[in-house]
């Protein structure tokens, strides 16, 4: 599972692109951490990215 629960950050898809220009697909996954929050004042297990963490949209217990 590779998608935020907060913002909606999921797997994005393209080509990797070699020398000779013979292009294969990949995808970038974003940054998830598994996360103990307070979500409307019960504590809730969330799969969270990265960018959230740091710009403080949840609220970590312990």
Known sequence: MAKC???GKGVTFG???SHSHHKTNR???P???KVK???NGTHTTLHVCSR???SN???RVG
């Open 27 to 29: 995808a970038w996954k």
């Open 37 to 39: 929050a307070v979500v």
């Open 57 to 59: 949209k949840v609220t």
């Open 5 to 7: 629960d907060i913002c």
């Open 15 to 17: 080509l990797n692109d």
């Open 31 to 33: 940054n998830i951490r």
């Open 52 to 54: 959230c963490l740091r």
